[in-house]
C-alpha cells in the first residue's frame, strides 16, 4: 500500500512507498509548457529547492532541457539514484521496422513525424518511445513511466480530431509492453494518466503489474475523489497534476476567497496550501513553476499543517469542474468516437 514516510524529525511526510518498494518523492516539479526555461527550473529546483521528483512528458517537447537540469544538477554532486524521474508515453515517433535508424533518411522522417505530431498509441511503439525518450534525457532509466492518455490517434490526427483520426486504443497490449519495460529495468515503475474507473478496472482484470500510479487531475476545484477512493482501495499512488489549477487558461485557485483567506490565516501562500492540502489527502502532488522563488515556495509544505477545520473548508469548494478535459485532443462533436467530454469521461463526473 502507498503510504506516507517520516523523516528522523518523526513529522516530515517528504515522499510516498509505492507497491514496488520504490518511494516517490511528495512533491515534484512540473515541467509542462516550460519550453527552453524548463533546464533552468530543473537546477533551481534540485540544486536549490531540494526537489527530488521531476515529472515530464514526450509530448512537452522539453525533455532536452529537462536532460539538461538534470545533467547539471548532477554535476553539481546529485547521484542519479537520488532523482525520481517521470516521463510519459504520448505517441511513438520511430517505425523501427522500416528504417534504419542510423540513416541520414532516418533523420529526415523522424523530423517529418515530429511536424506531423505522430499519435498512434500501440504495442509495437511502446519500447521505441521510451528508447527516444530516454535519450532526450540522456538517462539509462526512468523511475517512473505512464500511459500520458488512454486514447490512440492516427498519425497525423488534427487537433480537434477529424473523423477517423481517434482509433481504438489496445490496452492490454500497450500494458504488456509497459510490463516488459518494467522486466528489462529500462522503467523503475509503470503506471497510468486519465484513467476512469472503468478503464482501471479493466487495466485491472488483465495487469500481470499493477499500476503504481495513476496520474490525475487533482486540486480544490476539482477534487476528483472517485479515482482517489479507488486507487486507495487497489494501493495504487495517485499523483495530483495542476494542483495550482493549472496554466493559462486554468482555474485560478491562487486567488480563491478560501484559499487565500486560509494562506493568511496560517502565514503561508496560496501556494503552498494548495499543494499540502494535496499532500494531506495522500497524493504526490508535482507543481509548475518557471520562477526561482515559486519554485522553492512551493516545496516549502514539510513542517506544518492544514488544520481539520480549513481542510474541510478547502474540500468544500464549490463549483468542481476539470480544467484538462481533454475536449480539444479527442471530442468530435459529431464523429465520434468521442462526441462530448462526458464521453471521454466514461460518463463518471
Ligand atoms: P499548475 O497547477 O502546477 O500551475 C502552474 C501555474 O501556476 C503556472 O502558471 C505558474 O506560473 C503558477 N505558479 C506556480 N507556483 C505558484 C505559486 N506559488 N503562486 C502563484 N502561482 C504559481 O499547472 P500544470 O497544469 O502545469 O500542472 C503541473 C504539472 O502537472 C505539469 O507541469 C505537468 O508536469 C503535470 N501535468 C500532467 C498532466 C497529465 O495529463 N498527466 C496534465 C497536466 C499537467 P510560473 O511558472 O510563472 O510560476
Ligand atoms: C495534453 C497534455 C496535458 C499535459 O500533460
Known amino acids: 500500500m502507498a503510504h506516507a514516510t517520516f523523516t528522523s524529525e518523526g513529522q516530515n511526510m517528504e515522499s510516498f512507498r509505492l507497491l514496488s518498494g520504490h518511494k516517490i518523492p511528495a512533491v515534484g516539479l512540473g515541467t509542462w509548457r516550460s519550453g527552453s526555461q524548463a533546464a533552468h527550473a530543473v537546477v533551481t529546483a534540485i540544486v536549490e529547492g531540494g526537489y527530488r521528483h521531476i515529472d515530464t512528458a514526450w509530448e512537452y517537447g522539453d525533455q532536452r532541457e529537462v536532460g539538461q537540469g538534470?545533467?547539471?544538477?548532477m554535476h553539481a554532486g546529485l547521484e542519479r539514484r537520488d532523482l525520481f524521474v517521470t516521463s510519459k508515453l504520448w505517441y511513438t515517433l520511430i517505425l523501427r521496422k522500416m528504417i534504419n535508424l542510423s540513416s541520414p533518411l532516418m533523420n529526415v522522417l523522424v523530423g517529418t513525424c515530429l511536424n506531423k505530431r505522430c499519435t498512434e498509441l500501440s504495442p509495437e511503439r511502446v519500447r521505441p518511445a521510451l528508447q527516444n525518450t530516454l535519450k532526450e534525457l540522456q538517462l539509462e532509466y526512468l523511475d517512473l513511466y505512464l500511459i500520458h492518455w488512454p486514447i490512440r490517434l492516427r498519425e497525423g490526427a488534427s487537433k480537434p480530431p477529424k473523423a477517423g483520426d481517434v482509433l481504438d486504443f489496445d490496452m492490454e497490449g500497450v500494458w504488456r509492453e509497459m510490463e516488459n519495460l518494467s522486466k528489462d529495468s529500462l522503467v523503475r515503475n509503470i503506471g497510468v494518466c486519465n484513467f476512469t474507473v472503468t478503464k482501471l478496472n479493466k487495466l485491472l482484470?488483465?495487469?500481470e503489474l499493477i499500476p503504481a500510479v495513476c496520474q490525475m487531475e487533482m486540486h480544490p476545484g476539482w477534487r476528483n475523489?472517485?479515482?482517489?477512493?479507488?486507487?486507495?482501495?487497489?494501493?495504487?499512488?495517485?499523483?495530483?497534476?495542476?494542483?495550482?489549477?493549472?496554466?493559462?487558461?486554468?482555474?485560478?485557485?491562487?486567488?480563491?476567497?478560501?484559499?487565500?483567506?486560509?494562506?493568511?490565516?496560517?502565514?503561508?501562500?496560496p501556494g503552498q496550501i494548495l499543494v499540502k492540502w494535496g499532500l494531506q489527502r495522500g497524493t504526490s502532488v508535482i507543481p509548475k513553476s518557471l520562477n526561482p522563488e515559486r519554485i522553492k515556495e512551493n516545496i516549502k509544505v514539510f513542517d506544518w499543517v492544514i488544520p481539520e477545520q480549513d481542510f474541510q473548508a478547502l474540500n468544500s469548494i464549490t463549483d468542481q469542474k476539470r480544467v484538462i478535459d481533454g475536449e480539444d485532443l479527442f471530442v468530435n462533436k459529431t464523429e465520434g468516437p468521442f462526441r462530448s467530454v462526458a464521453d471521454l469521461w466514461d460518463h463518471e463526473d
Not at 70 to 73: D, E, F, G, L, V
Not at 236 to 260: C, M, N
Open 205 to 207: 482484470g488483465f495487469a
Open 70 to 73: 538534470i545533467k547539471r544538477a
Open 225 to 269: 475523489d472517485r479515482i482517489l477512493e479507488f486507487c486507495k482501495k487497489n494501493e495504487i499512488h495517485v499523483t495530483a497534476y495542476s494542483p495550482l489549477g493549472s496554466q493559462e487558461g486554468g482555474r485560478d485557485l491562487i486567488h480563491d476567497q478560501t484559499v487565500d483567506r486560509i494562506a493568511k490565516k496560517l502565514n503561508k501562500t
